[in-house]
């Protein structure tokens, strides 16, 4: 076993300033409450409900109420103390959609411990800067999941960090840390905390060669999920089928497992996002609401007249993650019985919703409204000025939910957020007379592979690093299905290599599969303006535009 190491405490970087933090607080949206006792209270009212549905990591299914959630986490958060995992330490979470995801998440909350919000998907490219960039103390894996296993992984992170965290396997742990281990413990109590705090680490989809991590508060973060709860009517008789990865900030908060955990409701994981898989478990657990991407939703369109199970009993289907287009947003009542909700959302903060008693005009063609009457909204033209009402710009945003600042990045901030603390998201939209927002496009260097995000500048690095290759520029290209894909135009020394060696390269580089590029473009140089010299926003653009043609 690692011996306990020392972790440096997290700064927190960009507080909000004390006049918002009064402000949120005398509004009463900022509460002193703390994901350490969120699960404890819950469970008070709640104990003998049903709280997760899913497989275990042995593929066993299972079955928690609120006591027993409540239990195996404490047990667990006694595992984490005995390892020397305390309140502030960095916990970086990958785990699939499993029950053991809801009982580590609450067992790290217990603790005061943040967790980093990996996804199944990241490989050591990306594991191993979230270890490194957060001075993890431990990272908790599943043993295998979908043909990949994840000890391996492990094996690859730790043997590149200096001071690696322990790593906690749920299911056969081999040389690590079984988390059954950590489970054969007497309960702890909940840490007391306080709710102004750093909660967790979240992640960005990301602009730049680095990914982001989002510090969102106890009081900011539980606020957002306490009113998603009630704009999106969700009660202890919520039943709600997670089908996107549990980590992902829209699946976990608008209003997510957290939110049917905060009023009492049941959440069921689905082990994969398939429609089969998806619609026998609507029709067994009697799901009522689910949150889905849109290429998801326009899958489940299409295997609907294949499938004889009983959809009765879903009321909500929730699409995010990217702009689901009015067409087929038209098709989900007619076709599948059920209220599409548009979610436009980020993991920074500002959440839209359309509302359920919408008329159907505003649902099909809009991204919603925000959350909350203090969540300031402004539409600015390429010179931060205003536009006119019902023009299209960037939209900036500030807000009780809305971060001021990435973590440990000074420099970035200063850029991504005005000096009063607007947080510039990168969307191009307009604002309808009635305050909704229509997505209309994108200013940041990010590609949107059917909600999946990939920075375009973190692509670039890793293939400029492949020894033929002399500069590159990786932009989106349409696609049909997942709305856009990935493009990398190349610039090599001599004869290129082949598109798939550079693929290749790339996955052996740790860089998780969404990352890859879908295509790669071999040129003899880049499109250059009259002045010879173009920036690469503008030279991704000129490139993106010939794809389009
Ligand atoms: P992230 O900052 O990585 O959490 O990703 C959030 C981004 O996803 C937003 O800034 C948008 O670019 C995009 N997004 C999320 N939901 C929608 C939606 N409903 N329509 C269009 N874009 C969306
Ligand atoms: O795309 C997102 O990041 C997102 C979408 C919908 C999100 O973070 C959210 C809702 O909370």
Redesign the pocket.
């Given at each position: 076993m690692t011996s306990a190491i020392r972790r440096s405490p997290l700064v927190a970087t960009a507080p909000y300033p004390p006049e918002f933090a009064e402000l949120y607080r005398g509004a009463g949206y900022w509460t002193d409450e703390t994901f350490a006792q969120f699960l404890p209270a819950r469970t008070e009212r709640f104990g003998d409900r049903v709280a997760v549905i899913g497989a275990d990591a042995r593929g066993e299914q299972q079955r928690l109420t609120y006591r027993d959630l409540d239990e195996s986490a404490a047990r667990i958060a006694t595992g984490l103390l005995e390892l020397g995992i305390t309140a502030g330490d960095r916990v970086v979470l990958q785990l699939p959609n499993i029950v053991e995801y809801v009982e580590v998440l609450c067992a790290v909350f217990r603790i005061g411990a943040l967790p980093v919000f990996a996804l199944p998907a990241h490989r050591s490219a990306e594991i191993g800067f979230f270890c490194r960039f957060s001075d993890a103390a431990a990272y908790v894996v599943a043993a295998e999941n979908g043909g990949f296993d994840y000890r391996g992984l492990a094996r690859d992170v730790v043997a590149d960090l200096e001071r690696p965290p322990h790593v906690i396997v749920a299911g056969d742990a081999a040389e690590f840390t079984p988390l059954a281990e950590l489970r054969a413990h007497e309960p702890a109590p909940a840490a007391d905390l306080d709710s102004g705090a750093v909660a967790f680490l979240q992640l960005?989809?990301?602009t730049t060669g680095t990914p982001k991590l989002i510090p969102r508060t106890h009081a900011d973060y539980l606020y957002s999920v306490r009113e998603s709860a009630r704009i999106c009517g969700v009660d202890a008789d919520t039943r709600m089928l997670v089908v996107l990865p549990a980590a992902h900030?829209f699946p976990m908060s608008s209003p997510g497992i957290l939110g049917v955990l905060h009023s009492g409701g049941t959440v069921v994981l689905a082990p994969d996002p398939s429609p089969d898989t998806a619609f026998a478990l609507i029709e067994s657990e009697k799901v009522t609401m689910t949150s889905l991407v849109p290429p998801l939703a326009m899958a489940w369109l299409a295997a609907r007249p294949r499938s004889d199970r009983d959809l009765s009993s879903l009321q909500v289907m929730q699409v995010?993650?990217?702009?689901?287009p009015a067409e087929a947003a038209k098709r989900v009542h007619p076709e599948l019985g059920c209220i599409v909700q548009?979610?436009?959302?980020?993991?920074?903060g500002l959440v839209n919703y359309t509302r359920l008693d919408d008329d159907e005009d505003t649902i099909v063609t809009t991204?919603g409204r925000p959350i909350s009457v203090h969540d300031e909204i402004r539409v600015l033209d390429d010179d931060d000025r205003p536009v006119a009402p019902g023009e299209t710009g960037h939209l900036l945003t500030r807000g009780p939910y809305t971060i001021r600042g990435y973590y440990a990045a000074p420099e970035h901030n200063s850029t991504a957020f005005t000096p009063d603390g607007f947080y510039r998201?990168?969307?191009i939209v307009r604002v309808t007379d009635t305050g909704y927002i229509v997505?209309e496009g994108?200013a940041k260097d990010q590609i949107?592979r059917g909600g999946e995000?990939v920075a375009a500048e973190e692509v670039e690095n890793h293939l400029v690093a492949h020894p033929a290759v002399l500069d590159v520029a990786v932009v989106s290209m349409p696609d049909q299905y997942l709305g856009e894909r990935t493009c990398a135009f190349v610039v090599t020394e001599g004869e290129p290599p082949k598109a798939l060696a550079l693929k290749t390269f790339l996955r052996e580089r740790g860089l998780a599969a969404y990352k890859i590029p879908d295509k790669v473009q071999f040129v003899d140089a880049f499109p250059v303006t009259g002045v010879g010299k173009i920036s690469r926003v503008e030279l991704r653009r000129a490139l993106a535009a010939t794809l389009r043609d």
């Open positions: 960005s989809g990301g900030n995010g993650g990217a702009k689901f548009q979610v436009f959302g980020m993991a920074e991204q998201t990168g969307d997505v994108r949107n995000k």
